[in-house]
Structures are given as C-alpha cells and as structure tokens.
C-alpha cells in the first residue's frame, strides 16, 4: 500500500509563500497522476491541484490559480505545493494521494495563514 509524508507546513501571515513536499513510498510513482486536497476546518476534504504523471499537465482549483504550482520529481517519488500570496482561507491540512484518490492518506501537513 501506498503511504505519504507531507512536510512543509507552518504559520505564515497573509501574503506569505510555503513550498509543501510529499515523499511517496510506492513503485512506480512515475506512472500516477498526482494531486494535492486539503481539508479546511469543519469542512470536506477539497482537491486543490493535480499533475500528470510525467509532470507536463496541471489543473488547480479557482481559487488558487495563479497562486499555487504543484510540481514533482519522478526521481524522488516527490511532489510539490508552492504557494503564494496565501490567504486566510488557505488555511487547512494539506494533503497527497493519488488522483483519483487513493485509500490510504497520510498525517497531513498544517497550514495556517493568520497574521
């Protein structure tokens, strides 16, 4: 089964960046398409962005676009959240898995963007 470690999170004021990392332990990471979600407090887990599996596609959802870039590194079992001009309604644990999900989720890493 696949597991995930997402590292990266923190306390940020408004307008700040935080770059998310998440180490895969699966084979043949290089084959799935990838996806950070986040969970808000009170609220449903959300898909925030995804890329393809070798990296050259990505879609984010509305409210970040323009703000977030997810990334990866096939050679790493790796993918990236960068973010900027965070916004309190950033504020969440973030997570990866697979897209489409799979059933195991890691700890999540904390965002929390408060000034």
């Known amino acids: 089964q696949a597991q995930f470690v997402e590292s990266g999170g923190g306390l940020v004021q408004p307008g700040g960046s935080l770059r998310l990392s998440c180490v895969a332990s699966?084979?043949?990471?290089?084959?799935?398409?990838m996806a950070w979600y986040r969970r808000a407090p009170g609220k449903q887990r959300d898909l925030v962005a995804r890329?393809?599996?070798?990296?050259?596609?990505?879609n984010y959802e509305d409210s970040v676009t323009g703000r977030f870039t997810i990334s990866r590194d096939n050679a790493k079992n790796t993918v990236y959240l960068q973010m900027h001009i965070l916004k309190p309604d950033d504020t969440a644990v973030y997570y990866c898995?697979?897209?489409?999900?799979?059933?195991?989720w890691g700890q999540g890493t904390q965002v929390i963007v408060s000034s």
């Open positions: 898995n697979f897209f489409p999900y799979g059933s195991t």
């Open positions: 699966t084979g043949l990471f290089w084959t799935y398409h």
């Open positions: 890329i393809s599996a070798g990296g050259q596609s990505t």
